[in-house]
T-cell receptor, first 117, second 114 residues
Framework: DTGVSQDPRHKITKRGQNVTFRCDPI?????LYWYRQTLGQGPEFLTY????????KSRLLSDRFSAERPKGSFSTLEIQRTEQGDSAMYLC???????????????FGPGTRLTVL | GNSVTQMEGPVTLSEEAFLTINCTYT??????LFWYVQYPGEGLQLLLK?????DKGSNKGFEATYRKETTSFHLEKGSVQVSDSAVYFC?????????????FGTGTKLQVIP
């Protein structure tokens, strides 16, 4: 496994600007998750894809957030009109999607740290 | 809803000391339990997991046993090293609404001093 990769690793932007993050999951994994992690907290679920279908979105995902996974491979997370409260680490994870369901292991990328000035 | 409670950190230990990080959970069903580790500036790495009651997960000298009767999954290591300094997250996973829903604790920072 080459691991989950994310780009960029760091992003500094001004309030009101749009930003887009990319996640490349492990190649044979059909499930992809986005999380947000703020300082001193654990990751909080944002959204979930199975192949190219976005099947679940958290209430944390406001209308300014949109995620895509167009060909069931890489995924993008876009934040429009960024606010200072969006400053956080955005983590992507992927999993193989085992029949065992809850025992499936999610493999995390290094994250994109967003700072909104 | 589901929740995970971890002991608050930071935890500071001398090298070769014994480590325990407490984790308890609340779940509506029968979850799988995980410990993840996060080194500075990096994402989360799976440390170990357990999928049913009385299972013991182990990796790199770390162990945790799934205790259904006490709803606990405490992390232990007999002799810590400086390289173990990191933030440790306890998590539970259930299959809900067609996807694997993972709930994380707030993390416990471990600092090991030489």
């Amino acid at each position: 496994d080459t691991g989950v990769s994310q780009d960029p690793r760091h992003k500094i932007t001004k309030r009101g600007q749009n930003v887009t993050f990319r996640c490349d999951p492990i190649s044979e994994h059909n499930r992809l998750y986005w999380y947000r992690q703020t300082l001193g907290q654990g990751p909080e679920f944002l959204t979930y894809f199975q192949n190219e279908a976005q099947l679940e979105k958290s209430r944390l995902l406001s209308d300014r957030f949109s995620a895509e996974r167009p060909k069931g491979s890489f995924s993008t997370l876009e934040i429009q009109r960024t606010e200072q409260g969006d400053s956080a680490m955005y983590l992507c994870a992927s999993s193989r999607g085992l029949a065992g369901g809850p025992s499936d292991t999610q493999y995390f990328g290094p994250g994109t740290r967003l700072t909104v000035l | 809803g589901n929740s995970v409670t971890q002991m608050e950190g930071p935890v500071t230990l001398s090298e070769e000391a014994f480590l325990t990080i407490n984790c308890t959970y609340t779940a509506t069903g029968y979850p799988s339990l995980f410990w993840y580790v996060q080194y500075p500036g990096e994402g989360l790495q799976l440390l170990l997991k357990a999928t049913k009651a009385d299972d013991k997960g182990s990796n790199k000298g770390f162990e945790a046993t799934y205790r259904k009767e006490t709803t606990s999954f405490h992390l232990e290591k007999g002799s810590v090293q400086v390289s173990d300094s990191a933030v440790y997250f306890c998590a539970l996973s259930e299959y809900s609404g067609g996807y694997q829903k993972v709930t994380f604790g707030t993390g416990t920072k471990l600092q090991v001093i030489p």
